[in-house]
């Protein structure tokens, strides 16, 4: 039975791939607590103080792991601020958000934010970061596209998919960016894709801690393959990729030779942004 006192400890359990947003919020939070982070978190620090779960145990404890998480959640937050300085009054819509805290980080005090997530994701979600007034939570599979019909296509759109395309079948990843494209004309899509190679050493069973398997990852895309995003469909006029920045010590050093020298460049974990084409004149 759950506590009646707000700032108790929360007992907490997701299945399979929801339970990957505890280990993201973990990770960030790692890294918030440096004394120089390259994220700052505060509210992932918070939730993770405030869950009951064994994060430690659970996912073990990496600099590295959180270092590189931090530098690919900052891709998201640059994309999305960038965005909200653009279209200060724009919407972002969220898929697969379980406990990301990008709001509180980048929350520009008048945009208008839709999250999309699975029921439990979104119950979870809902009792450690209640939504502001403009703020909202569906429960709803992200790859239905039936959320598409909640967004006020009025306003300027941005859509985020942040570690959730690596979980879907990859006929489910081109429907879904073509469905955002056609549904969602004249906004953009943010997303991030694991390198083949990484897809199979999951598949394979062989990322894993102690106490915890990473769920299996049925798409993965080099970085050097994002052109091919364009053809999920005609509605896709653009493809950028988003490159990370900064990094601490020998991650620092390296990143430049990674994001440049083949075949690394090519086989590299990946963000990249999605244009949509705007909706053709009646007239």
């Not at 039936?146 to 690596?166: H, K, N």
């Not at 590299?268 to 949509?276: A, G, I, Y």
Request: proline residues 10%; charged residues 25%.
């Amino acid at each position: 039975m759950a506590s009646d006192d707000p700032s108790a400890p929360l007992p907490t359990e997701l299945s399979a791939v929801p339970e990957t947003a505890l280990w993201t919020l973990y990770q960030r939070a790692v890294e918030a607590r440096r004394p120089e982070p390259l994220l700052d978190d505060p509210k992932a620090v918070e939730l993770v103080d405030r869950i009951d779960y064994p994060f430690e145990e659970r996912f073990g404890t990496s600099a590295l792991q959180a270092q590189l998480q931090a530098l690919r959640v900052a891709c998201f937050d640059r994309e999305v601020a960038d965005f909200l300085a653009r279209e200060p009054r724009g919407t972002v819509v969220c898929l697969g958000e379980g406990l990301e805290t990008q709001y509180w980080r980048v929350d520009n005090g008048r945009a208008q934010w839709l999250t999309v997530d699975l029921p439990e994701s979104v119950a979870l979600r809902e009792q450690l970061l209640p939504p502001g007034p403009r703020q909202r939570y569906l429960a709803a599979d992200a790859t239905e596209l039936g959320w598409t019909d909640e967004v006020d296509l009025s306003r300027e759109v941005l859509v985020t998919a942040q570690g959730l395309c690596m979980y879907l079948r990859p006929a489910q990843v081109r429907a879904l960016i073509a469905g955002c494209a056609e549904r969602l004309p004249g906004g953009s899509m943010v997303l991030d894709a694991v390198p083949r190679w990484f897809a199979r050493l999951v598949r394979d069973g062989k990322l894993h801690t102690s106490g915890y398997q990473v769920p299996p990852m049925p798409w993965g895309m080099d970085a050097g393959e994002r052109a091919k995003l364009r053809t999920a469909s005609p509605a896709v006029v653009g493809v950028r990729d988003v490159r990370p920045a900064g990094g601490r010590g020998l991650v620092g050093a390296l990143l430049p030779l990674v994001l440049a020298v083949p075949p690394l460049a090519n086989r590299r974990p990946s963000v990249t942004v999605l244009e949509f084409a705007e909706r053709p004149d009646p007239s």
